[in-house]
Structure formats: C-alpha cells, structure tokens
C-alpha cells in the first residue's frame, strides 16, 4: 500500500501521516503537487506522480497544495480531480477542497444546509458593497472585508461601524476585486474580550476533538498569537461542526465556530486543516484517526466507485 502524501513543506505533519502509514503497514511519500505532470505519452493514465512510476498511487492524502498562478493551482488541482476520477481515494477529494478554500461556497452551503452561520456576503461591485456597508453600518454594524481564498487570519478588516466610528470599505484590488464581507460577531458579553472561538476537528463525519483559541485581537488564529487550550466538546458544538463537514462533504475538516449568545456559529471550514497546535493540547491520536479513516472508510468507498 502506497499512499503520495501531497505537501509543499515537509515536516511535523507529514512526519506524523508517515508514521501512522507506517503502523499499518502502508508506506507514505511526499510529493509536491507543482511537481506533479500530465504526460499523455507517459503511461495509459496520462499522470505522472514523481516516485510512483507508471503506477498510480493507492491512496493520497492532500497536506498541502502551494498557492501559484490561476493557471499552476488549476493543474494541481487537475491532478488530484484526475486521481479520483482513475478511482484513487483521494482525502479530502478536490471537489471538497474546492468548496471548502472558497469562502464565499462555504458560506452559501452552509446557509442551504440550515447551519447557523453569520450573514454573508460576496459581489464584484464595489459601489454595490459600499452600499452595504453603508447601510450596516448605519444600523450600527462592523462587517470582516475577507480575502476568497485567505487563510490563518490573514488579510482580514473590520469596516462598517467599528469601535464607535465609521470605516469605508478600502479598495478591493488587494482582495482581488471581489467582496466577501460577513457581519461582524462581537465576543460575547460577559466574556471578557478579545474573547475566543471554537476549533472543532471532524474525521470521518465525526467531531472527534476540539480546542479554543484565545486571541490577542478579535482574529484568533494560531498565526496571529491566539494561544490555544483544550475545549469540552459538548454534544451541540459536536453536532454543528459535523453538520458543517457533512454541508461540504468533507471527509476531515477543521471547524472553525464562535460563540453567541444564541449558541455556536460556523465561520469556516478547512479542507486542509492543519493540527499540531491542536495535538498540543488534546490525547486524541490525530494522525492515526485520519489515516484509520483513509484506509477503512474512504479507501472501501474509492473502491465501491471503481466498480460501479
Ligand atoms: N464574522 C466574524 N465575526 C467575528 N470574528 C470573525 C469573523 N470572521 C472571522 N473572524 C475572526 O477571524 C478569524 C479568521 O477568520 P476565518 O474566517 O476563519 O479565516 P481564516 O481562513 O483566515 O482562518 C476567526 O477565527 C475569528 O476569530
Ligand atoms: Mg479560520
């Protein structure tokens, strides 16, 4: 059994893919997606995965997938459609990846799912997004201007009614002419702010840990010098964060929710979830959930699609 372990940077995480491999008698190797080619002259498949030879892996895991030009993430992405459709078990599937890196799908399957998720929004105009924002915030609302494609709390921006005064909607080329903009949840009362949320970690359909990540500002990524702690996973923050892997039919995700005073809301889902701050502060064996669930569920249902 020989599973490519898809990555732009080996280390810890793929150490950890590679060792839980290993225990079942399964080999992982890292290859990089940009790597990766289409030959149709190569062999019968048309693919060429760097140290698999003509042969095609039996299973991969996407780790990491570097971001490049339009054209370059499109091939990647290529690949790993290709794989699934020659009927590797591919985890999470390209399809998954796709809706998940893009916030504004997330965003929409959540809302058609019936997940509670703050109201969000994504245009190309930018005079119709300031109209909104206008409006917001004249109801005294702030609203997180969001890269489509960010990651790790990067590039976020409060506009609309922030801290008592009003903030314009910036100009959209640094977020590639698109507005996504989601209504602004303020930390609970009583919480003493900056306040924290939720990382809830879904295998298989099931919510299987969880940590808080307490912020230093009111983005609470690891990135951005939240620190984490272990967090209960009560029954309703379990049930939402699978009813969001479910919405985007993820087969591992990295829930991210916040609290209000109605109860949990999903801000994001992440199809290549990182999870060694998470391992930090949890007993559950990550690496070995994910890679059990590869070979005894996704790898069986891989097989079931081949046949059919
Ligand atoms: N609508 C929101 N209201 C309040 N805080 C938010 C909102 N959206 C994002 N944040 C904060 O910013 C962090 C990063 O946002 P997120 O949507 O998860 O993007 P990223 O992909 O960068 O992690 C969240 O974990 C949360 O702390
Ligand atoms: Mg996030």
């Known amino acids: 059994m020989r599973v490519a372990i898809f990555t732009d940077e080996t280390g810890w995480h793929t150490r950890q893919l590679q060792a839980a491999l290993r225990a079942r008698g399964a080999e992982g190797r890292c290859v990089d997606l940009e790597d990766c080619r289409i030959d149709t002259t190569a062999a019968w498949h048309g693919l060429v995965i760097p140290g698999f030879g003509d042969a095609l892996p039996d299973a991969a895991i996407v780790r990491g997938i570097a971001g490049g030009s339009f054209e370059q993430v499109t091939k990647r992405l290529g690949v790993l459609h290709a794989l699934r459709e020659l009927g590797v078990a591919v985890y999470n599937d390209a399809r998954a990846i796709e809706r998940s890196v893009d916030k504004a799908m997330t965003s929409l399957l959540l809302h058609a799912a019936g997940i509670p998720t703050p109201p969000t929004w994504a245009m190309e105009s930018a005079a119709q997004a300031q109209r909104l924002v206008t409006r917001e915030s004249a109801a005294g609302r702030a609203l997180v201007l969001k890269p489509l494609f960010g990651s790790q709390g990067k590039g976020l921006q409060r506009v609309g009614r922030v801290d008592g005064a009003h903030v314009p909607l910036p100009d959209l080329k640094d977020y590639g ?101 998470l391992q930090k502060v949890t007993r559950f064996p990550i690496a070995r959930a994910l890679v059990d669930d590869l070979l005894d569920r996704k790898l069986a249902a891989a097989a079931g699609a081949r046949r059919a």
């Not at 500002?217 to 309703?236: C, F, M, S, Y």
């Open 177 to 277: 002419g698109l507005a996504y903009l989601q209504r602004f949840v303020p930390a609970v009362p009583g919480i003493a702010t900056p306040g924290f949320d939720w990382r809830v970690l879904v295998i298989g359909g099931r919510a299987v840990t969880a940590m808080r990540r307490i912020g230093t500002t009111w983005i609470h990524n690891v990135k951005q010098g939240a620190r984490v702690e272990p967090a209960v996973l009560d029954a309703a923050l379990a049930d939402l964060a699978e009813r969001a892997a479910a919405a985007l039919q993820m087969d591992y995700a990295g829930i991210d929710l916040l609290p209000t005073p109605e109860g949990p809301q999903v801000l994001e889902v992440n199809g290549v979830a990182a999870w060694q701050g």
